[in-house]
């Protein structure tokens, strides 16, 4: 029952965040999108790897800020429905850059975020 109370009060959290950062009319839409999701791609290895073993924290807290937080926060839906409207548009250009730079910059930050885990892990039990 914590882990779903948490999951809840994070999601509130990480939901409210990404509506904040993209209200209607907000310019660099997609570009905010795509930062969002970085971010998260960061933070997910970062929550679930570093955290529990740098800082005394619950299961719940770990479960919360990851499937809640992040989870509430990042947008594989909007992602993709983004970039339908781009193909639609036939916006090859910003399609091409949403998509590879959601991609390929997932995929580094992700990279990033568990190398940070691992070096500060390693300086811990030094």
């Not at 029952?1 to 959290?13: D, E, L, P, S």
């Not at 740098?54 to 809640?68: D, I, K, N, Q």
């Not at 993709?80 to 959601?102: K, M, T, W």
């Amino acid at each position: 029952m914590k882990k779903i109370v948490a999951i809840f009060g994070c999601a509130f959290v990480g939901s409210g965040l990404r509506y904040l950062l993209t209200l209607p009319g907000t310019p660099h839409h997609l570009t905010t999108l795509l930062i969002i999701n970085l971010v998260g791609c960061l933070l997910l290895p970062l929550i679930t790897g570093a955290l529990p073993l740098l800082v005394p924290v619950s299961p719940a807290v770990v479960t919360g800020l990851s499937v809640g937080l992040v989870g509430s926060f990042t947008t594989f839906s909007t992602f993709s429905l983004d970039s339908l409207h781009l193909l639609q548009a036939q916006a090859y250009g910003p399609l091409v850059l949403y998509v590879g730079g959601s991609l390929l910059g997932g995929w580094l930050a992700a990279s990033a975020g568990i190398w940070l885990t691992q070096h500060w892990v390693k300086e811990e039990r030094a």
